[in-house]
């Protein structure tokens, strides 16, 4: 089912982790707008290469970014406009906007509700200052239990939070009280991260500076174990490596990206996918706007080989709870390709790291912390 993928590159503060596209100028904003209504026009054929007039239902919509709680109503409300004039959604499908707790005040909410904004994706991170404080964000604690505690009585049931662990400042013990606190407010999705220590962010500058305490693999892979303990005690399903969500409120729009399926992303640094095309936009908003201005798509194209696309699949399918599909692979990729991979699984599932479930490949409580390694492992050449 086509998804559609806004990103909004503007943030109020830097957070001294982030390595995604933002600008804490707000000046390009005008220009930014007028250049993602046109960018909205020009793709329009993305999903449809047929030239009847009827508009193509987006199942899932995201704004992600940046801060997308940034903008105004007015300014989101142009944007929603541009996409109306070229595809449907209604109340069926799932519209979620990445927010900040400081932009989610009652009236914020109240008006992202009357454009149909049915999700909010929440960026708590922790529910302690100094983790907010050594990671820079801008909200306090206080800010981040009102938000939810707003959106929640605004009726808007579908909400998903960001926690992040292997923060040097958060020990063990917190990151159960951070787990715990979001269990008591309800909500019914987690999606969380380990720290990680991107080149040449700030992060990255003060730790070799010695201004702030290095990031532990060790403290990150203790949490990462609490987290599994405890979201399983509190019914989460762990549908995929950084997300858990209680049934029927996990992500229609991750879920695409995670089985293969085609999608659209629009905005700086946005990335797109069909038919074994990916496509990805500048990574800079000013060249951005002026491709834009002057009617040419900011974007660069990848066909992927057969190879690239079955370590894709790989790469996405193992992380999630269903697994990687040995039958797809078989009738998509060949017998060649499929013997492979079934061969180099064989000492997985002997070491208790895979198990094979329906012809699935499915990572285990012990190979959840290898991911990345065994799906490495998988990949075919
Ligand atoms: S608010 Fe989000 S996008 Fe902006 S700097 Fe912080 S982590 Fe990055």
């Not at 005040?105 to 922790?126: H, M, V």
């Not at 012990?366 to 990949?379: E, Q, T, V």
């Amino acid at each position: 089912m086509p998804g559609l993928y806004i990103h909004i590159p503007f943030c109020r503060q830097a957070c001294n982790y982030c390595n995604f596209h933002f600008s804490v100028s707000q000046k390009n904003r005008p220009d930014f707008l007028s250049a993602l209504v046109k960018e909205i026009n020009i793709t329009k054929d993305f999903y449809t290469s047929s030239k009847n007039n009827s508009k193509i239902f987006l199942d899932t919509l995201y704004f992600g970014g940046g801060t997308p709680s940034i903008l105004s109503i007015n300014e989101l409300e142009q944007i929603f406009v541009a996409i109306s004039s070229i595809y449907d959604f209604n109340d069926k499908s799932e519209i979620t906007l990445e927010a900040n707790p400081d932009d989610l005040t009652i009236t914020k909410i109240a008006e992202l509700k009357s454009l149909g904004i049915n999700r909010l994706s929440i960026g708590i991170q922790s529910f302690f200052e100094e983790d907010l404080m050594y990671m820079n964000r801008l909200h306090s604690v206080s800010q981040a239990e009102d938000s939810i505690k707003n959106v929640f009585k605004a009726g808007i049931e579908n909400i998903t939070i960001d926690l992040i662990y292997g923060i040097p400042t958060l020990t063990n013990e917190r990151w159960t009280r951070n787990l715990k606190k979001a269990f008591e407010f309800g909500v019914p999705h987690i999606s969380s991260y380990a720290l990680t220590v991107e080149e040449k962010t700030p992060l990255d500058f003060f730790i070799k500076k010695e201004k702030l305490q290095p990031v532990s693999d060790e403290l990150a892979a203790i949490q990462f174990e609490i987290m599994l303990e405890l979201m399983e005690k509190n019914n989460f399903q762990h549908y995929e490596i950084s997300n858990f969500g209680k049934s029927g409120f996990f992500s229609r729009h991750n879920l695409s990206y995670w089985t293969g399926l085609p999608y659209l992303g629009l905005g700086p640094a946005a990335h797109s996918y069909i038919k074994g095309k990916r496509f990805w936009n500048i990574s800079n908003t000013s060249k951005y706007i002026s491709s834009i201005n002057d009617n040419k798509l900011p974007r660069e194209c990848e066909e992927l080989s057969l190879i690239q696309q079955v370590n894709e699949y790989i790469m996405t399918s193992i992380r999630t709870m269903w697994g990687c599909d040995l039958f797809k692979i078989k009738n998509e990729f060949g017998d060649i390709v499929f013997q492979k991979i079934e061969k180099t699984s064989e000492k997985y599932i002997r070491n208790g790291l895979l198990m094979k479930e329906n012809n699935n490949l499915i990572l285990t409580k012990k190979g959840k912390f290898l991911a990345d390694g065994i799906a490495a492992d998988l990949f075919v050449d």
